[in-house]
């Protein structure tokens, strides 16, 4: 076969460090985008983003040569440099350790 296809959907979700409510509803949207950047130029596609105060979590088409770890890995780390850089909080702000990720089965 020349060409492969593929069609995963990955629902993931991570959490403010001891699940404090540090994201604000004045810059949510900006962390959104941002993400949402980091994870089109890895070369996956962001279907949705959405979270609360305290955690996060999007829905994304992953390519099979897409090492889920690693792109969750390289989020978590820009999107807390991003915070800090940007003073969104006058309050320490660092991810959780670990995250969730759902395979979601689509069916026509």
Known sequence: MADTYSQI????VFAVQNRYALI?????EELYKYITCIVQNKG????AI???SNHIHF???MKPTCCLSDLIREIKKSSNTFIKEKRFTPYKFQWQEG???F???ILN
């Open 50 to 52: 959405n979270g609360t």
């Open 99 to 101: 995250f969730d990720a």
């Open 9 to 12: 959907y990955i629902q993931t």
């Open 44 to 47: 996956q596609k962001m279907l």
């Open 24 to 28: 604000q509803s004045a810059w949510e």
């Open 103 to 105: 395979h979601i089965a």
């Open 59 to 61: 829905f994304i088409g």
